[in-house]
């Protein structure tokens, strides 16, 4: 809603500004989505990485007590 009220402040003060940050957000946004894509495999990947590297301290430490 914020964000609503601060693109109607700029399109009062600077309606040319305003129109093609409307025009560019979609375009920025469609951009980013294979490096949001990188970051969640990258991420996904250091996971794994990390259950693999803590995988035998959890076996020897016996199983868990609820």
Avoid: C, N, T
């Avoid at 560019?24 to 990188?38: N, T």
């Amino acid at each position: 809603m914020l964000l609503f009220l601060l693109w109607l402040l700029l399109a009062v003060i600077a309606w040319p500004l305003a129109l093609l940050a409307l025009v560019l957000y979609p375009l920025l946004w469609l951009v980013s989505v294979p490096f949001r894509l990188i970051g969640i495999s990258v991420r996904g990947a250091f996971d794994l990485l990390e259950a693999i590297v803590r995988l035998p301290i959890r076996l020897l430490s016996g199983p868990q007590s609820a």
